[in-house]
């Protein structure tokens, strides 16, 4: 028998049967990712040739398409033009059409991120400090106001969203970031609290006293000695907040039509010539899903520290 | 440094009064213990004294300042806590700064004081070193070192060394023996383990329900305890006790128990009821066969020089301290006498010692 490893240990076969499982996994999920990506590097024919190809020749139009509006012209006006100044122009005139100008795609992509990363700070800041209180402090009805915090999350958030609607248009945060900010702040705030105060509960508050104690005021001490120690939790629900305010679509559809528009409404409307510009649709969804990528991937070093941080605490 | 008093010190957490109505004063650079078993409020008196309890009713003195209702923040004292909450987050140089950053000190004085403290604590070799990384023993002198960079009023530790194992105890014990012999600072140390108490104190508070019922120096607290409680605390293990069912008078100079007449050291006050205690430690009781309260030897433990032999006898359990060289076997009958007068009278009413020649 072999006595090398310890018992609890999985088997060097069921390692291997994991490691197989979860790869095949893993290539089964990325097979629309991959695809999308493909796409977004097609031209306008292969990407709706069929049978569909696999093997193709590079191109950025889809990208060219997705920043930039164009207009067919005669042969005879294009002929009559200059000749054109760079690469883009060439494979937009390649294509018997000129440049008329940029397109929405950059201004609703920095909508997403003003709208994005600034209800996601908010949602964990307040979350933060909501937690923290509900964590240390002697709440009257505690647990109830923690059950009506969650309560909101009951019902799906678009079941609210005529009444939303209609408030929105009377108060002016229609088609404004801070309407956008402050609505998906709510939505995410009660995931913020429950998930933060977990963790606030786990950091023992001899932390806070002992900086109390050191001279600071309560207030520092939840900054310099609570937060960084909560980077975990942080991390986490920074996460979650992103994603679904990244995502969302059914609010922004309704809310948003031109200044605060942000990507997810605008993506499927970029219609080409005589259909969807798969292309351009695909760029678009590439560059839409690079934000959040980055932002887990940075944050998952918090996530993974946390977990070590909290076993050598005592 | 500063002497602490505090005056008529009380508090309530609801219903539950966790301190009642205390009064101590722990002189300037004195290394003053409170003692007790959990739950007994030594730790809320602690807590109240740093501030971050704030009491029900009562005063508590810094120096000449009240302070019972200022922030933890505004005391000058620094806290040592039992789980050493040292910031994760932080090496240990940032550890020992931390106090000193916010009170604006020059950061080329900061570095001198973190060194100098670290210098003394013998941690100067770690200062870099991540707080998960060391040993229970280094955090426990960080702890301390962060205590001591900010020279405060008073130091307050809260069983520093409880989480420590047996062995690493003792040298602590030792080292922090010697550092408050040579800072001299205002000591409250606070921990439910009589020995290190009687190691490390000057005087000792000895707590129980939330009330002080005795503070003195450790040789009193031992010999001369104030309370039936305090006797049985202290000492390991703790006194012996018989009911003795008559009232003692003044001038009285024995008494009868169960028809055996044992001598008492004579009385200075007389109880207050009909039943009272009989008290005496261990080490003042001798095993013999042919004198004493008759019983048979139920236990024997050996503590090394000491051997602890428990008899059965019809008053109960006594417990006999004595010398090494004393060879009984289990069961067997033998009979149990005082060895000296060093016996105190318990009023069995208050539970006080009653005054005699032995204990005034």
Redesign the interface.
């Known amino acids: 028998m072999d006595t090398s490893r310890s018992y609890l240990e999985p088997s060097s076969f069921s390692k291997k049967m994991a490691a197989a499982i979860i790869i095949v996994y893993a290539v089964i999920t990325l097979i629309p990712i991959s695809w999308m990506v493909m796409t977004s590097f097609k031209n306008v024919d292969s990407a709706i040739s069929y049978p569909p190809e696999v093997l193709f020749e590079p191109s950025l139009e889809g990208y060219v398409n997705l920043f930039t509006n164009r207009s067919r012209q005669s042969q005879e006006y294009l002929d009559s033009l200059p000749p054109p100044e760079n690469w883009y122009e060439e494979l937009v005139r390649s294509r018997e059409m000129v440049i008329t100008g940029p397109s929405k795609f950059l201004g609703r992509y920095s909508n997403s991120m003003i709208i994005g990363f600034g209800s996601t700070f908010a949602s964990v800041f307040l979350g933060a400090l909501a937690a923290y209180a509900f964590s240390r402090f002697r709440v009257p009805l505690k647990d109830d106001l923690l059950f009506f915090i969650l309560s909101t999350r009951m019902f799906p958030p678009i079941a609210v969203a005529v009444p939303i609607f209609i408030m929105y248009r009377k108060l002016g945060l229609g088609d404004t970031h801070l309407g956008m900010i402050i609505l998906y702040t709510v939505v995410n705030l009660s995931l913020a609290v429950w998930l933060l105060k977990g963790f606030m509960d786990e950091i023992p508050k001899e932390y806070e006293e002992a900086a109390m104690i050191d001279g600071y005021s309560r207030l520092q001490a939840f900054f310099k000695v609570v937060l960084p120690q909560a980077m975990t939790g942080i991390a986490a629900t920074a996460i979650f907040c992103m994603i679904f305010s990244w995502n969302e679509y059914a609010f922004a559809v309704l809310l948003t039509q031109f200044n605060a528009q942000t990507a997810p409404p605008f993506i499927p409307t970029i219609i080409g010539e005589g259909g969807l510009d798969w292309p351009a649709i695909g760029a678009g969804t590439t560059l839409f899903l690079l934000p959040v990528m980055i932002f887990t991937i940075i944050l998952r070093k918090h996530l993974l520290r946390g977990i070590t941080f909290g076993a050598v605490r005592k | 440094m500063s002497q602490i008093k505090i005056v008529n010190l009380q508090k309530s957490f609801g219903d539950f009064t966790a301190v009642k109505n205390s009064n101590l004063t722990i002189n300037d650079k004195e290394f003053f213990v409170l003692l007790g078993p959990s739950g007994c409020g030594k730790t809320t008196t602690l807590r109240m004294i ?3 309890e704030l009491p029900t009713s009562g005063e508590i003195y810094l120096g000449d300042e009240e302070v019972g209702m200022l ?3 505004e005391r000058d ?3 040592v ?1 039992q ?1 050493f ?1 040292l ?3 932080m090496n240990v140089r940032n550890n020992l700064s ?2 000193l950053k ?2 604006g000190y020059k950061k080329s004085d900061i570095k001198n004081r973190v060194e100098e403290a670290a210098k003394l604590l013998r941690i100067d070799h770690i200062l870099n070193s991540n707080i ?1 990384s060391l040993s229970g023993g280094d955090r426990q002198r960080v702890a301390l070192g ?1 205590a001591l960079v ?1 020279r405060p009023k008073a130091f307050l530790m809260d069983e520093p060394l409880g ?1 420590l194992d047996a062995e690493f105890r003792e040298l602590m014990c030792l080292e922090l023996k010697k550092l408050h012999l040579d800072i001299g600072a205002t000591t409250v140390y606070v921990t439910h383990d009589q020995l290190e108490a009687m190691s490390l104190a000057d005087r000792i508070a000895v707590m129980d329900g939330g009330e002080i019922l005795q503070a003195d120096e450790p040789n009193i607290i031992y010999n001369k305890p104030k309370t039936k409680f305090v006797a049985s605390f202290i000492g390991s293990p703790g006194m012996n006790f018989f009911e003795v069912n008559e009232g003692i008078s003044k001038d009285q100079s024995f008494v009868n128990i169960e028809g055996a007449k044992f001598d008492i050291p004579k009385q200075l006050e007389e109880s207050k009821g009909s039943k009272n205690f009989f008290g005496i430690r261990p080490e003042n009781l001798t095993l013999n066969n042919n004198e004493g309260l008759k019983g048979s030897v139920f236990g024997v433990e050996y503590l090394g020089s000491r051997k602890i032999i428990t008899v059965k006898t019809s008053l109960g359990e006594i417990k006999v301290k004595t010398d090494i060289s004393i060879n009984v076997k289990l069961n067997e009958n033998v009979q149990v006498k005082p060895l000296n007068n060093n016996i105190i009278i318990f009023d069995g009413q208050t539970d006080k010692s009653l005054n005699s020649e032995f204990i005034k």
């Open positions: 740093a501030g971050l922030r933890a923040s004292i620094a806290f806590f789980l909450a910031y994760p987050h931390f106090p916010m009170q998960s962060r900010r989480t």
